[in-house]
């Protein structure tokens, strides 16, 4: 019966509205439902097709546009108020057929002109104009025929669905090699491992997914200063959510970590000095796996910039230490987001000093520390000795200039006695230390010994000034006496 309704409809196209309607009532009642009759004639005739012609007119029926009245020819053009194929798919009266690439954009914009207008300029649409070639359009994302409001949970574009939609071509390695071999294709199984991953794959919509870091319609190329994800942008795009003590309200964890990163000695040469070298949150928690780093993994995110400092604290008697006790290497003593400038008041027993936090007056770690902060201040002492005699010298215009060259070596050993700190060793901190004495005593000598030559030639000047005084006196009254006999 329904294929030989079909079959009048397709072979005598025209037929008359009345006809249709006779026809249609004669339709099942689940194919036509109350809903599905409409005064769109596109929709009624193609209800009753088959397979790929068909299809578009069941999925409609759940469309947001449909709901809203819209028809199908305000995409496709023809007009929807002829029963007749012909006539309501007549190409001269502006039916377009299937819409392809640029006309699909072309379409949607005309009602959606501000998401057409950023979606242009992004990198799905720049590489859509570029060269012809059409990656991606307003229905990749949105799909066809089914597009739905996007707070709806069945939406493309919704929560755990945009995740999908996105590594549909993001993970698919020769998709995506055709148009960008550099791009990366890890990005969904990376997501996956992180906190955010794993609470969106068990329903909590909340959590950051890929539209949220990347935006929607003006997803730039990351390397792009526009970009939500462009290394000085990272920190805000983030903070949207954790720095939102309401939005974070039901997770109890801290929502600081901008505010704290923002005058840290991270965020400050990053964010103010525009120093890229600095990191930026995803530095230490991964572009696409965030999750807070785990133990031993702290001191490879530092250890990637600070590998020095890594590759001492290895070596140190924290390292098994605090691996035990579930210490969190670096950011035990340094913290995590708020780390500030170091100074020698982080060490010793003082207010400032890390040392404290977990060693008592009686420990070795707390002798240690006060003796090799003690060792600190005195050899900045020495320098500051070894300078005042070295310019002092300088001044009365003796050459120092060997000895000032030393001074520059000081600077080199405080730095060097500063990261040796990290062994947590004394020996190891004493080795170096004392090459800075060594170089200061060495300055000193210069220092004092230049001065003392520079008091001995003075008073060699004094007494030969004197002797040539007495010379010439003596000589003064031998000429007189000599003139006075001649007179
Ligand atoms: C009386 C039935 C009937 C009406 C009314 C009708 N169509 Fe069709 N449509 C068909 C049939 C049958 C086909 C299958 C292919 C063909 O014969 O061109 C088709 C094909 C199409 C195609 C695919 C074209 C292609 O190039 O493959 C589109 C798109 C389409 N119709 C949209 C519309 C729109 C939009 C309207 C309303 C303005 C409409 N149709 C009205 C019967 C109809
Ligand atoms: C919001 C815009 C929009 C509306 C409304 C719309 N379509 Fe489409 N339709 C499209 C787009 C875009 C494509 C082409 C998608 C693609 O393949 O890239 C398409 C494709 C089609 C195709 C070809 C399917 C295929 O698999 O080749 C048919 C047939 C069709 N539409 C019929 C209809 C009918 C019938 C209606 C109304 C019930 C309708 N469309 C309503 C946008 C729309
Ligand atoms: C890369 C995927 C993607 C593409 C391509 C895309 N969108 Fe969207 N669209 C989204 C996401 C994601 C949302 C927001 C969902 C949310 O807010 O929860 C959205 C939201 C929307 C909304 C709802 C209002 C709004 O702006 O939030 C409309 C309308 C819309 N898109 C239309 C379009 C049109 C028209 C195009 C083509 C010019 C397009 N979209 C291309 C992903 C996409
Ligand atoms: C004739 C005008 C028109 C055309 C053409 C059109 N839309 Fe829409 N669209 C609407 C209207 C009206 C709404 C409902 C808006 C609302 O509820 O606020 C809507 C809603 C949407 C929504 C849901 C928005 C939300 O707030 O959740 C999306 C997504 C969307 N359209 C995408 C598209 C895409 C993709 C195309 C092209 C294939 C398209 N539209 C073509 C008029 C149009
Ligand atoms: C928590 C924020 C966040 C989420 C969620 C996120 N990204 Fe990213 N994405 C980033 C950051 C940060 C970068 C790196 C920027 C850089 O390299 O400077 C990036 C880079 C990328 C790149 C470029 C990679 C390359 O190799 O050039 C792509 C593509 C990408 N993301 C896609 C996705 C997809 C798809 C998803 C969802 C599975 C996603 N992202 C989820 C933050 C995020
Ligand atoms: C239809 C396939 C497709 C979909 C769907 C898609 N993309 Fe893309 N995306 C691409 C292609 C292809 C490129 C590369 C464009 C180029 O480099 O010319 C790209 C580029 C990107 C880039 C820039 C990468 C870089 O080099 O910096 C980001 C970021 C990105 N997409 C994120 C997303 C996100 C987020 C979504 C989902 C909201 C998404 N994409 C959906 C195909 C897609
Ligand atoms: C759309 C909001 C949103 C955005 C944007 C976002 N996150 Fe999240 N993030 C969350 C939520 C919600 C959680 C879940 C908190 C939990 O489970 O403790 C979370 C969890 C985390 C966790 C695990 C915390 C823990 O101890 O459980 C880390 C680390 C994290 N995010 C880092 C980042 C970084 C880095 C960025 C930016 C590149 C970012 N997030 C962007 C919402 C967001
Ligand atoms: C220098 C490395 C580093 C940077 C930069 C960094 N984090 Fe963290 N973050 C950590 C470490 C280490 C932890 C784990 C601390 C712990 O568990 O004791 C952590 C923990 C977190 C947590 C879990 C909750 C908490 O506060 O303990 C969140 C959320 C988070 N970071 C988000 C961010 C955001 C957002 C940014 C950027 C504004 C950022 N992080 C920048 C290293 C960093
Ligand atoms: C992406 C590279 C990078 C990562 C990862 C990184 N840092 Fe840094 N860090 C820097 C740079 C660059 C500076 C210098 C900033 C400035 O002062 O201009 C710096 C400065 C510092 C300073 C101050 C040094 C001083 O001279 O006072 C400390 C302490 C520090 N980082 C500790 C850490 C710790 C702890 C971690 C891991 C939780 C870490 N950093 C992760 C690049 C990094
Ligand atoms: C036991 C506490 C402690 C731990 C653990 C620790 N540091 Fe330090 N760090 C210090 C102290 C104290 C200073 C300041 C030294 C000074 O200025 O006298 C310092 C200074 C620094 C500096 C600036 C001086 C320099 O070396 O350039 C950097 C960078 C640094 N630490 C990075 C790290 C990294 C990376 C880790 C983990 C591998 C780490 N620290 C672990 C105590 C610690
Ligand atoms: C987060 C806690 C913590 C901080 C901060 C800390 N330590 Fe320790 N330290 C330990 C633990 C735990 C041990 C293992 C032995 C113990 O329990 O005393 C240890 C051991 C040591 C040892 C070896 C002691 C021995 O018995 O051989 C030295 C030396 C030491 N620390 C020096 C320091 C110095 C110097 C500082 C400050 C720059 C410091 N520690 C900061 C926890 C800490």
């Given at each position: 019966m329904d294929n030989f309704i079909k079959k009048i409809i397709i072979n005598h196209g025209h037929i008359s509205y009345l006809c249709l309607t006779v026809l249609l009532f004669l339709i099942p009642a689940s194919i036509l439902s109350q809903e599905t009759v409409s005064k769109d004639n596109c929709l009624n005739c193609h209800l009753i097709l088959d397979g790929k012609f068909k299809q578009p007119a069941v999925l409609f029926s759940s469309d947001i546009h449909f709901k809203k009245g819209i028809t199908c020819s305000a995409c496709h053009g023809g007009d929807s108020k002829s029963d007749d194929q012909d006539k309501a798919m007549n190409k001269a009266a502006g039916f377009i057929g299937i819409p392809h690439g640029q006309q699909v954009l072309k379409i949607c914009s005309k009602c959606h002109a501000n998401e057409f207008n950023n979606f242009v300029k992004s990198v799905h649409g720049q590489s859509n104009t570029g060269n012809g070639t059409i990656i991606n359009n307003c229905v990749t994302c949105h799909?066809?025929?089914?597009?739905?409001?996007?707070?709806?949970?069945?939406?493309?574009?919704?929560?755990l669905n945009i995740v999908k939609t996105c590594t549909g071509c993001h993970s698919n390695a020769s998709y995506m090699r055709t148009y960008n071999p550099g791009i990366s294709v890890d990005q969904l199984e990376k997501y996956k491992t992180s906190v955010h991953g794993q609470r969106i794959f068990n329903g909590d919509s909340k959590v950051a997914n890929c539209a949220s870091c990347h935006g929607n319609h003006d997803i730039k190329n990351v390397k792009d200063p526009q970009s939500r994800v462009y290394v000085t942008n990272v920190p805000s795009t983030c903070n949207k959510c954790h720095g939102d003590a309401n939005y974070m309200k039901e997770y109890n964890i801290p929502t600081d970590q901008y505010e704290k990163y923002k005058s840290s000695v991270h965020g400050i040469a990053l964010l103010e000095k525009g120093d890229k070298n600095a990191p930026s949150c995803n530095k230490c928690h991964g572009d696409h796996g965030a999750a807070p780093p785990e133990v031993e993994s702290i001191t490879k995110v530092c250890g990637t910039c600070h590998a020095l400092n890594e590759q001492m604290f290895q070596e140190s008697p924290h390292k098994d230490a605090f691996q035990k006790k579930n210490i969190h290497d670096c950011a035990a003593c340094h913290s995590n987001h708020g780390i500030s400038k170091t100074s020698d008041e982080m060490i010793g027993n003082g207010e400032k000093s890390f040392c404290i936090k977990c060693h008592a007056n009686q420990d070795k770690g707390i002798q240690v520390a006060i003796t090799m902060k003690s060792y600190i201040d005195s050899l900045l002492k020495e320098v500051n000795l070894a300078s005042y005699l070295i310019n002092k010298a300088e001044q009365k215009g003796m050459d120092v200039s060997d000895a000032k060259f030393d001074s520059n070596d000081i600077k080199k050993v405080l730095i060097t006695t500063r990261n040796v700190?990290?062994?947590?060793?004394l020996e190891k901190f004493t080795g170096s230390i004392n090459e800075g004495f060594n170089i200061t005593n060495k300055a000193k000598i210069t220092g004092e010994e230049s001065i003392k030559d520079y008091y001995v030639r003075r008073i060699g000047l004094g007494v030969s000034t004197i002797l040539i005084t007495i010379i010439c006196v003596a000589l003064y009254f031998k000429l007189r006496k000599i003139e006075k006999k001649r007179t």
């Open positions: 799909g066809i025929h089914n597009i739905v409001p996007v707070k709806s949970p069945s939406s493309k574009v919704n929560g700190i990290h062994y947590s060793n």
